[in-house]
């Protein structure tokens, strides 16, 4: 712990597994506090109970939340401010992924698929700045992926997702650093990371087997996103906005 995060309140969505619970154990290591959100009653309350070892109970609890709901986006921010106080820090991960090409991907799944991944986030970043503007440093990190930065014809509608928080989160930094709101907002691409997302995905097995074999030669660790979100999140990464953080052990480099 070097305390890189005194002081700040977070929100990470999908906190609950995975690079989320990894980015919400980082910041409490680096003396952040605050909330991990997920749909899963069962398992959000778990992962808190587990995330309270790092700085104990009253540093972190877990909101049942979905994040393409707006109303419970000002609920959140609203009863987060009121046990943390002001969000400093935004990490928009929850995020769903289903197989499909053009020719077979349905319309009740590409919807799906926007509605958290895209949608959720565009809600997030939109409450965010709201709720988050006019402080010193603030800082929203929206999870995309390198499927947000290259193609891969079995995963149409996540490509879509991924690529739209892309370009969406490169508008929303533009406005707040011309309009002096102090909010810092950029985008993490992960590539493929240890995480039950990419390890259980439905008929991408010999897909994930083949295109795992990374330039580093494995997989990366959920830490290895969660590192990169406590730079972002911290006053080291002050002149950092609207930018692409890759994270993918060469992947898309080749």
Not at 32 to 53: C, F, M, S, Y
Not at 68 to 76: A, F, H, K, P
Not at 112 to 141: C, E, P, R, W
Not at 217 to 245: Q, R, Y
């Amino acid at each position: 712990m070097t305390d890189r995060l005194m002081g700040k309140v977070f929100i990470v969505t999908g906190g609950s597994k995975g690079i989320g619970f990894s980015t919400a154990k980082r910041f409490l290591e680096e003396g952040a506090k605050g909330i991990i959100t997920g749909r899963g009653v069962p398992a959000g309350e778990e992962a808190a109970e587990a995330l309270a070892k790092v700085a104990g109970a009253d540093h972190i609890s877990f909101v049942q939340h979905d994040s393409s709901d707006e109303q419970g986006w000002i609920d959140l921010f609203k009863n987060a401010e009121a046990q943390y106080g002001q969000i400093s820090i935004l990490v928009n991960n929850a995020g769903i992924a289903l197989n499909g090409n053009i020719e077979t991907v349905t319309f009740e799944d590409w919807r799906k698929i926007q509605a958290v991944n895209l949608d959720g986030v565009f809600l997030g970043t939109h409450y965010g700045v709201l709720n988050m503007k006019g402080q010193k440093d603030a800082s929203i990190i929206n999870m995309s992926s390198i499927e947000g930065l290259v193609g891969e014809p079995n995963l149409l509608a996540y490509n879509a997702s991924k690529g739209g928080v892309r370009l969406m989160t490169k508008s929303a930094a533009l406005h707040c650093a011309l309009n002096d709101l102090n909010v810092r907002i950029n985008t993490v691409h992960p590539g493929y990371i240890r995480t039950p997302m990419v390890e259980n995905a439905p008929g991408l097995a010999e897909y994930q087997a083949s295109r795992a074999q990374t330039p580093m030669g494995h997989l990366g660790d959920p830490d290895d996103i969660a590192n990169m979100c406590v730079f972002l999140g911290s006053e080291e990464a002050k002149f950092a906005t609207g930018a692409e953080f890759i994270v993918d052990g060469g992947y898309t480099a080749k």
